[in-house]
Antibody, heavy 117, light 107 residues
């Protein structure tokens, strides 16, 4: 059974750095072709793709957010970590991690992050 | 970045109706398109991948078609549990962009 779960702070202040962890089970991020991505969704708005890391440590980022994002993996812990610097209220959203084999066939439940002073 | 334009942005339909949602890409993406269903407060659920392949466990009333720049998601006979928001996503290029969504509401 494949599961993913996001964890991290629910509230961050403007200018702070957000660190989110995706802990997964049921698959290995050392398997060829497998990736874990991050997607966010502001309240009432559409999905926005953020970043993706592959089994071979290849990393891809949204160009509009690339300067603020870092994605890493810890294969031994079955975790993927996303950091986003210089948080702003417009970054308030539900953040999802998802298993990627091209498309995203398994998703975490999401975690709502609010940016407010 | 490739832009995906979904239409309509919302629609009202009745149980039993045939519903069609379109997704147009700003450049060709071959068949590298997926469709997701999202219900309020829930994560998206994969329905269709590779433009026309039905994800395991998804009812056969859902179907996808298209290639290149124009794609369609069809629900052949709308059921009460199908009222939700639908998103397309391309995975031919990075960033793997999503469409703006189509909300299917009860008429």
């Amino acid at each position: 059974q494949i599961t993913l779960k996001e964890s991290g702070p629910t509230l961050v202040k403007p200018t702070q750095t957000l660190t989110l962890t995706c802990t997964f089970s049921g698959f290995s991020l050392s398997t060829s072709g497998v990736g874990v991505g991050w997607i966010r969704q502001p309240p009432g708005k559409a999905l926005e793709w953020l970043a993706l890391i592959y089994w071979n440590d290849d990393k891809r980022y949204s160009p509009s957010l690339k300067s603020r994002l870092t994605i890493t993996k810890d294969t031994s812990k079955n975790q993927v970590v996303l950091t986003m610097t210089n948080m702003d209220p417009v970054d308030t959203a539900t953040y999802y991690c998802a298993l990627s084999t091209g498309y995203y066939n398994y998703w975490g439940q999401g975690t709502l992050v609010t940016v407010s002073s | 970045a490739i832009q995906l334009t979904q239409s309509p942005s919302s629609l009202s339909a009745s149980v039993g109706d045939r519903v069609t949602i379109t997704c147009r890409a700003s450049q060709g993406i071959s068949s590298a398109l997926a469709w997701y269903q999202q219900k309020p407060g829930k994560a998206p659920k994969l329905l269709i991948y590779d433009a026309s392949s039905l994800e395991s466990g998804v009812p056969s009333r859902f179907s996808g078609s298209g290639s290149g720049t124009d794609f369609t998601l069809t629900i052949s006979s709308l059921q009460p549990e199908d009222f939700a928001t639908y998103y397309c996503q391309q995975f031919n290029n990075y960033p793997n962009t999503f469409g703006g969504g189509t909300k299917v509401e009860i008429k």
